[in-house]
C-alpha cells in the first residue's frame, strides 16, 4: 500500500490532477455555453439527454489517455532512480512491486475520470438534468474499467519494452478501441489483405468504445451488454498476469 500511495502522491505533484481538471471544466463550459455542439445527420444536437452518450465516449476518452500518459513512465522512472533497489532490500519481490506500482497508476486514474465525470455532472446540473446525476455517477464504473485496462496495460508493456515503443503500441490500442465502430465499418467494406488485417486487429484490441456504450446505456435507462463487461475484465487478468509474470533485468 505504502508504494501504492507513493505513486499517487508523485503523479500528484507532477500536476496532473490539475491537467486533468482544466481539461474538464473546459469540457462542460464549451458545450453548456453552446459554444460546442454536435451535429449527427445533418441535425444540430442540443438536448443533454441525447447528447450525454456521445459526452461520456469523449470524457472516457480523455481518462484513458490521461490514463496512458500517467502510467508509461513509472516502472522506468522508478528502475531508473533506484527505487527499485531499496524494495529488494525490504524483501519486497518483483512481481509485488509492479503490481503496486500498476494499482498506484489505476488509483491516480481514476482520480483524473472522477474529475472528469464531475464536469458531466455539473453540466447536467446547469442543463436542468439533475435527475440523471445518479446514473451518471453510476456510469463512473464503466470509466474505472476503461481507464484500469489502459493502466494495467500500459504497466505490463513498460516492464519490457522501451517507453517510446510502449506509448506508441498503447496509443494505437487507445485509438482503435475508442473507435472500433469505425474499424468494424472498414472491416465490413474491404477485401483481401486490407480487410483482413484489420479483422486481425479489432479481434486483439479491447473493445474500449463497448464499455462507454454500456455507460451511455446505463444513463438513458437502456438494457446493458454484460458479455462486454466480461471481455474487459478478462483483458484487466491478462495484463495483470502480465504484470505478475514479467521481470526486469535491471533487478
Known amino acids: 500500500m505504502e508504494i501504492t ?11 496532473m490532477l490539475y491537467i486533468t481538471t482544466i481539461l474538464g471544466i473546459l469540457v462542460m463550459a464549451i458545450f453548456s455555453s453552446g459554444m460546442g455542439s454536435i451535429t449527427i445527420g445533418g441535425k444540430n444536437i442540443k438536448d443533454y439527454y441525447v447528447m450525454v452518450p456521445i459526452l461520456i465516449n469523449i470524457v472516457n476518452f480523455l481518462a484513458g489517455a490521461i490514463a496512458l500518459a500517467l502510467s508509461v513512465t513509472t516502472v522506468p ?10 524494495i529488494w532490500s525490504r524483501g519486497i519481490s518483483q512481481s509485488r512491486y509492479h503490481m503496486s506500482l500498476a494499482a498506484g497508476n489505476v488509483l491516480v486514474s ?14 447536467a446540473i446547469m442543463n436542468g438534468y439533475t435527475s440523471i446525476l445518479g446514473t ?19 504497466t505490463a508493456l513498460s516492464i519490457k519494452v522501451p517507453v517510446v515503443f510502449t506509448g506508441v503500441i498503447m496509443i494505437i490500442i487507445l485509438i482503435c478501441g475508442a473507435f472500433r465502430s469505425i474499424l468494424n465499418l472498414l472491416a465490413a467494406a474491404l477485401t483481401g489483405i486490407g480487410g483482413m488485417i484489420i479483422k486481425r486487429v479489432i479481434a486483439i484490441i479491447p473493445n474500449l468504445a463497448g464499455i ?35 521481470r526486469r533485468e535491471e533487478a
Open 5 to 15: 500511495l507513493n505513486v499517487v502522491r508523485e503523479k500528484i505533484r507532477k500536476k
Open 77 to 86: 522512472d522508478e528502475y531508473e532512480r533506484r527505487t527499485s533497489h531499496l
Open 212 to 246: 462507454s456504450t454500456q455507460a451511455g446505456n446505463l444513463v438513458q435507462g437502456k438494457p446493458i451488454n454484460v458479455h462486454e463487461i466480461i471481455l474487459a475484465l478478462i483483458v484487466i487478468w491478462v495484463a495483470g498476469l502480465g504484470i505478475l509474470l514479467f
Open 110 to 123: 481514476w482520480i483524473s475520470g472522477f474529475i472528469l465525470y464531475a464536469a458531466l455532472g455539473v453540466f
Open 136 to 154: 451518471i455517477a453510476a456510469a463512473t464504473i464503466f470509466m474505472m474499467i476503461y481507464t484500469t485496462i489502459i493502466c494495467m496495460l500500459t
